[in-house]
């Protein structure tokens, strides 16, 4: 149970971060939360492969998620154009 607390709450800062750098605002505690856990398992599997690791805890988890949700945030939005 203290997982899935501690995703929600990476999740949503990493969301709203996301948000801040790609639109300047956040989307709303349940998309930062939807968008920040997607953008922790993206950014997870991309450093995964490259061999990156950024730090253990939950900065390492908020910086590798922010990255992930960004990314997402970019995929989706050249898909709208």
């Known amino acids: ?3 899935l607390l501690a995703s929600l709450v ?3 800062i990493a969301g709203w971060l996301a948000g801040m750098i790609m ?4 989307q709303g505690i349940l998309m930062n939360i939807i968008v920040g ?7 997870g599997w991309l450093f995964g492969l490259f061999g990156a690791n950024l730090g ?3 900065i390492g988890s908020i910086i590798t998620a922010t990255i992930g949700a960004v990314l997402l945030l970019w995929i989706v939005s050249k898909l709208k154009s």
Do not use: D, Y
């Open 1 to 3: 149970m203290e997982g």
């Open 10 to 12: 990476v999740g949503g």
């Open 23 to 26: 639109k300047g605002k956040g």
């Open 37 to 43: 856990v997607i953008g922790g398992v993206l950014g």
């Open 56 to 58: 253990a805890g939950i």
